[in-house]
Each structure stands twice: as structure tokens, then as C-alpha cells.
């Protein structure tokens, strides 16, 4: 069965000039449908280009209005009725659409989402959640749960453990057969004096939750080490960490790539490696995993990079189809009634 995937078309960095390419592989890889909200003048000309099968399942949603990078949340909401962000976000809600996809403003892809969508019960604010690779050599299959990735730059105690709680939810949709080891909150050390008070308060009040295994305190260094089922943060250090681990990986990428197409012996070594190279380096490659749950609404929203490529967009994408397709959210939903 075809899933149906609202596109906001206008957002991120680029825009059109990398969202619209993206549909265009995702529709070629998959018999999913596309709902484009954005300019229709500029949508249309690209529309024209595709292959009729393509055509067929691509349908354009007019919206006069683009919400860009400086429109404030309050704006968003106030001044900007027919932006293609809230109108790919109302696609869902009315369940013309399953999931939306954007790479736009997160404040203000939040604050929308948040009203539009309404919040599960409990939960008093949505955070950005990625499932991060595990690039240790004895635990590749494995993740780590992190939260929030910026979505909420200041929080209170309430907050993060409404986060550990979302967390829990979505590790055991994900992870059906193997129990929840540990949550653990991210601090500048393990040890259980260091911490600011958000970090020292929150300890406290999730230790209190007997549904919650929690672990105690980790650090930025150990996010792909597997120490932590589900690592819990402001929005604020979770994208610090997020972001200084994607520049680290670009960087490992391109002076890799750079050795090998030095010397002829470099480019001879290369040539054998390819292979494995290709399998390694693309664990890596940030572009792989882009896409993350907007976790804690009433509906499916998936935030891209604003910065992505359009393999990212791509990436963003189907990773939407994917949580379609395994009904994640009803189960999260059923799940969160039980903790």
C-alpha cells in the first residue's frame, strides 16, 4: 500500500533546488505519493519534467506564503496562514496526508506542529529524536536513542523527563525483542556531583520514576558507544553534540577521500579498499541519516537538515515512509499509556 508524504517544498537552506530533485528519486525508488506545498510556479516546470508514472503520483498544493529561517515561532503562527509549512502540517492533521516532511525553521515547524497536531498526553513539549548509529566495530546494528536535538533550546526538569519518557516509547516500538537497558542524561561528566541544576534537578526527578531505567550521567564522547539506550538533553547541548559530531564525520570523509588521491600507490590502495571504504565510509556519511521525529505530537512530522543535500532530503524522506509503513506512532501512542 502507496503511503502519502507531505512535502513542505519551500523549506530549508535551498529549497526547491534540492527538496523537488529529492522527490524525484524518492517517487522513482518507491510507489509512495508526494503532496508538494510550495509555489506552484515554481513546482509546476519540474513537475512537467518528470516521467508520466512519476507525474502520477506527485500532486501540487499551492501556497503563496514560505516561512524562512528568520521568521520568529510567533509569526509563524500569527502571520503565515497559507505558508507551505503549516499547510503540509494541516495535511496531516486532516488526514489527507500520513506524514510531513520539512527542512525549515525548527522553532517554528514546532510551534505549529504543537498546535496543529496537539501534543500526547502528558507530554507538554515535542523534542527532536534520532536513532544515532553505533560505530563501535562489535555493535554496528545497534543505536542509540538521543533527545532532544533542538527543538527546545531551554527546558525545566519537567521537560527532560517528559523526554526520557518519549525515549523509552520509541526504543521499545524500535526494539521489540531486547529490553530497554539504561537511560542516561548527558552532563560534562559521569560523576554524580558534576552538573549545572537542570541536570542535577532532573536526576532526581527521574530517579523517582520506577518505570524509567535510569543510569545515571554521560558524556558527549560516549554518544556512539552503546554505554546508553536512550540519552536524554536540553535541545540547546543536543545540538551542539549533533552538529560537532557531523562536522567531525565530514571531516574523517574528505581527508580519507584526500590520502587516497594522492600518490599513485594511494590511489592503487583505494582501488582495493573500495569496497569496504564505500560500506564504512557511508556510516559516516551525515547525509545517510539525516531525517528526525519531531517525537511527542499526534502525527508524523520529520525534521531534514536545513543545510541537507539533496541525497539527505532523500534520506529524510524515506526514513518518513518507514515510520508509515511500521505505524510507529500509534504504537509510541500505545506504549506512553503504559509508563
Known sequence: MSNIIAVDVMGGDYGPSITLPACHSFLNRTSDVCHLFGDANKITPWMLSLPKR???RAHIFHCPEVIDNHTSAKDAIRKFRQSSMRLAIQSVQSGQTQAVVSAGNTGALMALSKII?????GIDRPAIAKALPNLSIDNEDKFTIVLDLGANTQCVPKNLLDFAVLGLALHRCLIQDQATRSIKLLNIGAEEIKGNDLVQDTAQLIKRHSNLPYAGFIEADSLFTADADIIVCDGFSGNI???TSEGLANLIIKRLKAAFEGSISSQVGALLLKKALKEKLGVL????HNGA???GLNGIVIKSHGSATQEGFCTALNFASQQVHHDILKKVQIVMKDL
Open 241 to 243: 553534540a549533533l552538529k
Open 285 to 288: 556519511n551525515p547525509a545517510r
Open 117 to 121: 497536531l496537539s501534543m500526547i498526553d
Open 293 to 295: 521525529f519531531i517525537l
Open 54 to 56: 512519476l507525474q502520477e
